[in-house]
């Protein structure tokens, strides 16, 4: 699996907009969850939505705890990514 696809093209060099961040999720000192906050994400610039919450990805031993946070969430639909693939939108107004 590619580096990009965890945003690693990102968080190496720091190139993150002022808004954007990667976070990490932490129980004791174990890395429970992991996401990106971002502006665009991998949503094709036709789409008027963001900020978007993306590459969440939950360890094998903590899935199950909603720490993915979609329970909150509202699925809008699919959406073709900048990388050709199917991805899945969910919205919440806050």
């Known amino acids: 699996m590619e580096s990009s ?4 093209e990102k ?7 002022n808004s954007e961040r990667a976070l990490v999720a932490l129980r004791d000192d174990d890395a429970a969850a992991f996401c990106t906050f971002t502006n665009r ?3 094709p610039r036709e789409y008027c ?3 978007l919450i993306g590459f969440l990805i939950v360890a094998e031993k903590y899935r199950g705890n909603r720490l993915s946070e979609k329970y909150s969430f509202t699925k809008v639909g699919d959406y073709k990514t900048i990388y050709g693939s199917v991805d899945q939108l ?3 107004t806050l």
Do not use: L, T
């Open 5 to 8: 696809i965890f945003g690693a």
């Open 11 to 17: 968080m190496e060099p720091n190139d993150f907009e």
């Open 41 to 43: 994400d991998e949503m």
């Open 49 to 51: 939505c963001g900020p």
């Open 90 to 92: 969910f919205s919440k």
